[in-house]
Protein backbone atom coordinates (compact mmCIF):
# COMPACT_ATOMS: atom_id res chain seq x y z
CA UNK A 1 0.00 0.00 0.00
CA UNK A 2 1.42 3.39 -0.73
CA UNK A 3 1.36 5.62 2.22
CA UNK A 4 -0.40 8.97 1.76
CA UNK A 5 1.87 11.64 2.32
CA UNK A 6 1.27 14.66 4.73
CA UNK A 7 3.09 18.21 5.17
CA UNK A 8 3.08 19.66 9.09
CA UNK A 9 2.96 23.14 8.70
CA UNK A 10 3.07 24.82 12.28
CA UNK A 11 6.09 27.03 13.95
CA UNK A 12 5.75 24.64 17.30
CA UNK A 13 8.24 21.56 17.06
CA UNK A 14 7.15 19.50 19.81
CA UNK A 15 3.74 20.11 17.54
CA UNK A 16 5.25 19.04 14.56
CA UNK A 17 6.64 16.03 16.54
CA UNK A 18 4.08 14.75 18.86
CA UNK A 19 1.54 14.88 14.99
CA UNK A 20 4.50 13.25 13.00
CA UNK A 21 4.57 10.42 16.21
CA UNK A 22 0.85 9.74 15.68
CA UNK A 23 0.69 9.81 11.99
CA UNK A 24 4.23 7.56 11.36
CA UNK A 25 2.84 5.10 13.43
CA UNK A 26 0.07 4.29 10.69
CA UNK A 27 0.48 1.95 7.93
CA UNK A 28 -1.28 4.45 5.45
CA UNK A 29 0.23 7.70 6.36
CA UNK A 30 3.28 9.00 6.57
CA UNK A 31 4.54 12.70 7.40
CA UNK A 32 6.73 13.42 4.09
CA UNK A 33 7.43 17.12 5.08
CA UNK A 34 7.83 19.74 7.46
CA UNK A 35 7.37 23.21 7.75
CA UNK A 36 8.07 26.07 10.46
CA UNK A 37 6.45 29.06 8.49
CA UNK A 38 3.97 29.66 5.73
CA UNK A 39 6.61 30.58 3.05
CA UNK A 40 8.73 27.27 4.23
CA UNK A 41 4.91 25.71 3.60
CA UNK A 42 4.62 26.88 0.04
CA UNK A 43 7.41 25.97 -1.51
CA UNK A 44 7.33 22.15 -0.22
CA UNK A 45 3.94 22.57 -1.38
CA UNK A 46 4.85 23.90 -5.13
CA UNK A 47 8.19 21.52 -5.29
CA UNK A 48 6.70 17.79 -4.76
CA UNK A 49 3.09 15.80 -4.59
CA UNK A 50 1.22 15.82 -1.89
CA UNK A 51 -2.07 14.27 -0.71
CA UNK A 52 -2.96 16.68 2.69
CA UNK A 53 -1.48 19.45 4.72
CA UNK A 54 -2.22 19.96 8.35
CA UNK A 55 -1.98 23.61 8.27
CA UNK A 56 -1.41 26.00 11.67
CA UNK A 57 -3.28 29.25 11.98
CA UNK A 58 -0.73 30.87 13.98
CA UNK A 59 2.74 31.15 11.43
CA UNK A 60 5.16 33.22 12.22
CA UNK A 61 5.44 35.14 8.82
CA UNK A 62 2.06 34.62 7.34
CA UNK A 63 -1.37 33.40 9.32
CA UNK A 64 -3.42 30.65 8.15
CA UNK A 65 -5.97 32.22 6.87
CA UNK A 66 -3.77 34.29 4.30
CA UNK A 67 -1.57 30.93 3.42
CA UNK A 68 -4.93 28.95 2.77
CA UNK A 69 -5.84 32.00 0.58
CA UNK A 70 -2.69 31.25 -1.26
CA UNK A 71 -2.82 27.40 -1.74
CA UNK A 72 -6.12 27.75 -3.21
CA UNK A 73 -5.31 30.53 -5.60
CA UNK A 74 -2.30 29.16 -6.51
CA UNK A 75 -1.59 25.19 -5.43
CA UNK A 76 -5.71 24.27 -6.53
CA UNK A 77 -7.34 21.43 -4.75
CA UNK A 78 -4.44 20.19 -2.31
CA UNK A 79 -6.56 18.97 0.88
CA UNK A 80 -6.27 21.26 4.11
CA UNK A 81 -6.97 20.43 7.18
CA UNK A 82 -6.59 23.52 9.60
CA UNK A 83 -5.48 22.51 13.21
CA UNK A 84 -5.57 25.09 15.97
CA UNK A 85 -4.93 26.23 19.43
CA UNK A 86 -8.45 28.14 18.64
CA UNK A 87 -12.30 26.71 19.97
CA UNK A 88 -14.28 26.09 16.82
CA UNK A 89 -16.77 29.02 17.55
CA UNK A 90 -14.07 31.50 16.66
CA UNK A 91 -12.37 30.39 13.37
CA UNK A 92 -14.19 27.01 11.96
CA UNK A 93 -16.83 28.65 9.96
CA UNK A 94 -14.78 31.21 8.43
CA UNK A 95 -11.98 28.94 7.44
CA UNK A 96 -14.68 26.11 6.03
CA UNK A 97 -16.40 29.01 4.00
CA UNK A 98 -12.80 30.13 2.97
CA UNK A 99 -11.79 26.50 1.78
CA UNK A 100 -11.12 24.50 4.28
CA UNK A 101 -11.67 21.04 4.14
CA UNK A 102 -12.15 20.56 7.79
CA UNK A 103 -10.95 22.16 11.85
CA UNK A 104 -9.52 20.27 14.15
CA UNK A 105 -8.30 21.28 17.81
CA UNK A 106 -4.80 20.33 18.45
CA UNK A 107 -6.32 18.97 21.83
CA UNK A 108 -7.79 16.69 20.36
CA UNK A 109 -7.04 13.36 21.29
CA UNK A 110 -5.18 10.57 18.79
CA UNK A 111 -8.51 8.76 17.34
CA UNK A 112 -9.99 12.03 16.77
CA UNK A 113 -6.80 13.00 14.94
CA UNK A 114 -6.44 10.17 12.72
CA UNK A 115 -10.33 10.01 12.13
CA UNK A 116 -9.92 13.60 10.32
CA UNK A 117 -7.60 12.91 8.99
CA UNK A 118 -8.50 9.79 6.89
CA UNK A 119 -11.83 11.86 6.36
CA UNK A 120 -10.29 14.63 4.78
CA UNK A 121 -8.46 12.43 2.56
CA UNK A 122 -11.16 10.61 1.39
CA UNK A 123 -12.24 13.80 -0.24
CA UNK A 124 -14.69 14.51 2.45
CA UNK A 125 -14.86 17.49 4.89
CA UNK A 126 -14.09 17.04 8.65
CA UNK A 127 -16.54 18.17 11.41
CA UNK A 128 -15.72 17.49 15.05
CA UNK A 129 -19.33 17.73 17.02
CA UNK A 130 -18.57 21.17 18.02
CA UNK A 131 -18.02 22.14 14.76
CA UNK A 132 -20.75 20.80 13.49
CA UNK A 133 -23.48 22.07 16.04
CA UNK A 134 -22.14 25.34 14.94
CA UNK A 135 -22.87 24.63 11.39
CA UNK A 136 -26.25 23.67 12.21
CA UNK A 137 -26.82 26.69 14.34
CA UNK A 138 -26.09 28.78 11.65
CA UNK A 139 -28.36 27.38 9.27
CA UNK A 140 -31.02 27.13 11.96
CA UNK A 141 -31.14 30.22 13.04
CA UNK A 142 -28.98 32.77 10.88
CA UNK A 143 -27.57 35.95 13.31
CA UNK A 144 -27.30 33.97 15.94
CA UNK A 145 -23.10 33.42 16.13
CA UNK A 146 -20.54 35.94 16.67
CA UNK A 147 -21.09 38.31 13.87
CA UNK A 148 -17.77 37.96 12.80
CA UNK A 149 -18.82 34.35 11.31
CA UNK A 150 -21.40 36.31 8.46
CA UNK A 151 -18.32 38.12 6.91
CA UNK A 152 -16.78 37.06 3.89
CA UNK A 153 -13.22 35.80 3.65
CA UNK A 154 -12.12 38.40 2.13
CA UNK A 155 -13.46 41.02 5.07
CA UNK A 156 -12.46 38.40 7.16
CA UNK A 157 -8.92 38.22 6.23
CA UNK A 158 -8.62 42.40 6.28
CA UNK A 159 -10.61 42.38 10.14
CA UNK A 160 -7.72 40.14 11.33
CA UNK A 161 -5.23 42.07 9.51
CA UNK A 162 -6.19 45.44 11.10
CA UNK A 163 -7.04 44.12 14.39
CA UNK A 164 -3.19 43.09 14.46
CA UNK A 165 -2.39 46.73 14.30
CA UNK A 166 -1.62 46.77 9.73
CA UNK A 167 -2.43 50.29 8.63
CA UNK A 168 -5.02 49.93 5.40
CA UNK A 169 -1.46 50.86 3.10
CA UNK A 170 0.19 47.56 4.63
CA UNK A 171 -2.71 45.89 3.99
CA UNK A 172 -3.13 47.00 0.70
CA UNK A 173 0.98 46.00 -0.50
CA UNK A 174 0.38 42.19 1.16
CA UNK A 175 -3.15 41.64 -0.28
CA UNK A 176 -2.35 42.95 -3.37
CA UNK A 177 -5.51 45.27 -4.08
CA UNK A 178 -5.96 49.17 -3.46
CA UNK A 179 -5.65 51.18 -0.52
CA UNK A 180 -8.96 52.08 -1.95
CA UNK A 181 -10.42 48.78 -1.68
CA UNK A 182 -9.09 48.00 2.40
CA UNK A 183 -10.91 51.30 3.22
CA UNK A 184 -14.24 50.49 1.62
CA UNK A 185 -13.41 46.72 2.91
CA UNK A 186 -12.67 48.49 6.68
CA UNK A 187 -16.10 50.61 6.09
CA UNK A 188 -17.99 47.48 5.64
CA UNK A 189 -16.61 45.78 8.96
CA UNK A 190 -17.25 48.38 10.99
CA UNK A 191 -20.78 48.58 9.82
CA UNK A 192 -21.78 44.66 9.54
CA UNK A 193 -19.90 44.69 13.36
CA UNK A 194 -21.88 47.84 14.38
CA UNK A 195 -18.51 49.59 15.52
CA UNK A 196 -16.51 52.77 15.04
CA UNK A 197 -12.75 53.08 14.78
CA UNK A 198 -9.88 50.79 14.61
CA UNK A 199 -9.32 50.28 18.57
CA UNK A 200 -12.74 48.99 18.72
CA UNK A 201 -12.25 46.25 15.49
CA UNK A 202 -8.92 45.28 17.91
CA UNK A 203 -11.26 44.80 20.96
CA UNK A 204 -13.92 43.05 19.38
CA UNK A 205 -11.17 40.39 17.47
CA UNK A 206 -9.03 39.96 21.16
CA UNK A 207 -12.92 39.39 22.79
CA UNK A 208 -13.59 36.76 20.72
CA UNK A 209 -10.14 35.12 20.35
CA UNK A 210 -9.44 35.73 16.94
CA UNK A 211 -6.35 37.26 17.79
CA UNK A 212 -3.79 37.02 20.76
Not at 8 to 35: C, N, S, T, Y
Not at 43 to 51: F, I, N, V, Y
Not at 65 to 70: N, Q
Not at 82 to 87: D, L, T
Request: glycine share 6%; aromatic share 4%; charged share 25%.
Amino acid sequence: MERKRILLADDHQIVRAGLKQIIDAEPDMVVAGEAATSAEALTLLREGHWDLVLLDISLPDRTGVDTLRLIRNHLGDIPVLIVSAFPEEQYAINLLRAGANGYLKKDADVDEILRAIRVVLQGRRYLSPTAADLVASRLDQPGAGPAHQDLSEREFQVLCKLASGMSVTQIAEELFISVKTVSTYRSRLLEKLKLSSNAELTYYAVKNGLIQ
